[in-house]
């Protein structure tokens, strides 16, 4: 399958939530109770897309496939850690990669590269010295996947959905 990638503007928002709602219950949803994963997503809204998608300290590429149908998106942006890795993070330029969600269709088709190579070229480009993601320590996929971008474990951060504290992992890569 082909895909193209574009800057996701404001207008994008719905779309963009719409894929972090799918993929996020598709890969997450069996953790949380039902009621609190309903919570959790009804606070990722059409408007903090929004916002996220025409912060200048965010940048959100999304992907698209022959039909204009999303399939997937990338967003950057400040995210505090500090409390859980204060030594990497003194005295150096750094961004996180906050979120990375494909659409079914668009798993297996080189895309989750493709956005991955994008974040990269992002960072670099803002003079980012660093570049920082979480993932939960179960998701093994993820995690294989990040270890083959060069991202090493440096610490633990707890992700709060509801009354569930997942074990998540701090990775970063020394840009």
Request: glycine share 8%; charged share 25%.
């Amino acid at each position: 399958m082909s895909f193209a990638l574009r800057r996701a503007g404001g207008a994008d928002a719905p779309a963009v939530r719409q894929l972090f709602h799918d993929s996020f219950t598709a890969t997450f949803g069996h953790i949380y109770p039902p009621h609190e994963l309903a919570d959790f997503l009804a606070e990722m809204s059409d408007a903090r897309f929004r916002a996220a998608c025409e912060a200048d300290d965010h940048a959100v590429m999304l992907a698209e496939g022959p039909g204009g149908e999303p399939l997937g998106y990338c967003m950057l942006g400040p995210q505090e850690l500090s409390a859980y890795i204060p030594d990497l993070l003194e005295g150096r330029r750094w961004w996180v990669l906050r979120q990375l969600y494909l659409s079914e269709q668009g798993k297996g088709t080189g895309l989750a590269d493709a956005l991955t190579d994008w974040a990269i070229a992002e960072a670099r480009a803002r003079s980012v010295q660093d570049l920082y993601l979480t993932v939960w320590v179960e998701n093994h996929r993820a995690r294989r996947f990040y270890d083959r971008h060069g991202f090493v474990e440096v610490g633990k951060y707890p992700y709060v959905v509801g009354s569930t504290v997942d074990d998540d992992r701090i990775l970063r890569l020394i840009l």
